[in-house]
């Protein structure tokens, strides 16, 4: 597979406005800001063509740029809201450069800075089987899920349960099923996404077939509060990433 046969852009999504972990995306993690990891892994990848960092925020923008980042726009703010839509800054990234820049890609792949564990490899993967399967878009997953959606259930009209996804052996045993013999689940871990640039147009991503990348589930750790950071750093250390070797 040629590289240049199909133009692949990376987007780098790095709003200013976190709550939980203030300017999460420059966080100091192992010695070096969040957003470090994931620029180190992009420049590194062999099947991307280009990538940007897309922010709101000029201190987020200046440290980007300082690792070697494309930064070329500041995004609206309207569209860097806790609300905001991924499509919206996807097709804001993608207006701008074939406005300014002159092309247009096939593919978006969006790299998310809250996933610094994931390496070039990773991406190159992702891209390898969007490109090779035709895939719409393809997702990073992993598994063992944390909770196995046919042990759920749902509660209606006050506490009437209902199972979430009834299975065959729903009548006799109800959810209390051995895992062994339930369907394997895998759950989207935001490592990496990589998305056909028709569908992002359309409004519709996850029109037509939808591929998956397994990949290791110690590669995702949620940062929903400070002491996170912590749990991330010795995991950056262990496998050292700190100095950009994966």
Do not use: C
């Not at 992009?42 to 063509?49: I, R, V």
């Not at 991406?123 to 090779?132: L, P, Q, Y």
């Amino acid at each position: 597979m040629a590289r240049n046969l199909i133009k692949v852009i990376g987007i780098i999504p790095a709003r200013g406005g976190s709550k939980s972990i203030p300017h999460k995306n420059i966080a100091l993690v192992a010695g070096k800001p969040l957003i470090y990891y994931t620029i180190a892994a992009a420049k590194k990848s062999k099947l991307l063509d280009a990538f940007i960092v897309s922010t709101d925020d000029p201190k987020i923008a200046a440290v980007a740029k300082k690792y070697g980042a494309d930064v070329p726009f500041l995004r609206p703010a309207e569209i860097s809201q806790d609300r905001s839509k991924d499509i919206e800054f996807m097709r804001h990234a993608l207006a701008w450069v074939k406005k300014h820049r002159g092309w247009e890609p096939e593919i978006l792949v969006n790299l998310r800075p809250t996933s610094p564990l994931r390496t070039a490899e990773d991406i190159d993967e992702v891209i390898r089987v969007a490109i090779k399967d035709n895939y719409s878009i393809v997702k990073t997953v992993s598994s063992p899920a944390p909770h196995n959606p046919f042990k759920m259930w749902r509660l209606s009209d006050g506490n009437k349960m209902k199972p979430l996804l009834p299975t065959k052996h729903y009548k006799k045993m109800g959810t209390d099923v051995p895992r062994q013999i339930l369907p394997l689940v895998y759950w989207q871990n935001g490592l990496v996404d990589a998305i056909r640039v028709a569908n992002i147009k359309t409004g519709k991503i996850f029109a037509g077939p939808i591929g998956g990348v397994i990949t290791d589930p110690e590669k995702s750790i949620d940062l929903d509060e400070p002491k996170d950071l912590k749990a991330l750093a010795k995991a950056l250390t262990g496998r050292n990433y700190i100095n950009g070797a994966q």
